[in-house]
């Protein structure tokens, strides 16, 4: 099984910055993309971030220029930088990991748990 662990949520004032961590472990080759997506109060789960294990990146346009997403491939591991954040950040993000759990396997969708994060002075 593979087990996905976020961290980094919290309560923050508009303007601010906080550090989203998550971990992937378990039955892994590798995991190719990574992400983060986010889900508000009554709307639908949209994608904030994605990296693939060669470095490119793809943010949604909401974030672009004030959030930052970075792995470490050997920890298995991604983060997301979020600074100058606005209230309508507020929501509940998940880790997301497209796995390979052998050479060949066909990729599985596995999900974090969800963090919270709030935006409001």
């Known amino acids: 099984q593979v087990q996905l662990v976020e961290s980094g949520g919290g309560l923050v004032q508009p303007g601010g910055s906080l550090r989203l961590h998550c971990a992937a472990s378990?039955?892994?080759?590798?995991?190719?993309?990574m992400g983060w997506y986010r889900q508000a109060p009554g709307k639908q789960r949209e994608l904030v971030a994605r990296?693939?294990?060669?470095?490119?990146?793809i943010y949604a346009d909401s974030v672009k220029g004030r959030f930052t997403i970075s792995r470490d491939n050997a920890k298995n591991t991604v983060y997301l930088q979020m600074n100058s954040l606005k209230p309508e950040d507020t929501a509940v993000y998940y880790c997301?990991?497209?796995?390979?759990?052998?050479?060949?396997?066909?990729?599985?969708?596995?999900w974090g748990q969800g963090t919270q994060v709030t935006v409001s002075s």
């Open positions: 997301h990991a497209v796995v390979f759990r052998y050479a060949g396997s066909m990729p599985n969708d596995y």
């Open positions: 378990g039955s892994i080759f590798s995991i190719n993309p």
């Open positions: 990296i693939f294990s060669g470095g490119s990146k």
